[in-house]
């Protein structure tokens, strides 16, 4: 299927500090960009998302803006909080299906 | 109102066994998709339904199906287990269709010894 290349794979921040996830995609045709967020043993859940007809998007702290013609993406957590620790998985649609970044397992130290 | 209700919630089989798992998604959701989970590949899509009819399916081997029926319940089948189909398998809805705006269960943990 279509890739998805999400980076770093691990990133360790201290409380208060932003972090900055981003990702690329290959297949042009994408146009929903949305973003989870998976605590251990619990399921994915949406936290936010991008269509490809507007270039940022904001919900209080996190922000993810869309470069269409790169094929880049990113995720932007401000003021991280402990409970922020999780893993992010970016996402890029290809028909019917999403395909998945493999992940950034996110670290806010105390 | 309720979730996205995935069942069971583990299951250990032996290879060579078949199993099959369950998604009942959010009242009034039609679409229902299903995706693979494991530590190395993440996740990755399996199949998509929507009105008992499948629209995508992934790159799996045959072995893995799935079906709709018309209360938009939806179950996957895994024939002749083997020891790599190990994973957490999720199945997500959505109320718009297709995949915007995932609800996801929280997934049957399918261990193969």
């Known amino acids: 299927g279509e890739n998805v290349e999400q980076h770093p794979s691990t990133l360790s921040v201290q409380e208060g500090d932003s972090a900055v996830i981003k990702c690329t995609y290959s297949d042009s045709a994408s146009n929903y960009f949305p973003w989870y967020k998976q605590e251990l043993g619990k399921r994915p859940q949406l936290i936010i998302d991008?269509?490809?007809?507007?270039g940022e998007k904001k919900d209080q702290r996190i922000a993810v803006t869309l470069n269409k013609t790169a094929k880049h993406f990113s995720l932007h957590i401000t003021e991280t909080q402990p409970e922020d620790s999780a893993v992010y998985f970016c996402?890029?649609?290809?028909?019917?299906?999403?395909?998945f970044g493999k992940g950034t397992s996110l670290l806010v130290t105390p | 109102k309720a979730g996205v209700t995935q069942t069971p919630r583990y299951l250990i089989k032996t290879r060579g066994q078949q199993v099959t798992l369950s998604c009942s998604p959010i009242s009034g959701h039609r679409s229902v998709s299903w995706y693979q989970q494991t530590p190395g590949q993440g996740l990755q899509f399996l199949f998509e339904?929507?009105?008992?009819?499948?629209?995508n399916k992934g790159n799996f081997p045959g072995r893995f199906s799935g079906r709709q029926f018309s209360n938009s319940r939806s179950e996957m089948n895994v024939s002749t287990l083997e020891l790599g189909d190990s994973a957490l398998y999720l199945c997500?809805?959505?109320?718009?269709?297709?995949?915007?705006?995932?609800?996801f269960g929280s997934g049957t943990r399918l261990t193969v010894v």
């Open positions: 991008i269509r490809s007809n507007v």
């Open positions: 996402a890029a649609n290809s028909g019917y299906a999403l395909n």
């Open positions: 997500a809805s959505s109320l718009v269709g297709g995949v915007y705006g995932y609800t």
């Open positions: 339904y929507f009105s008992e009819t499948q629209r």
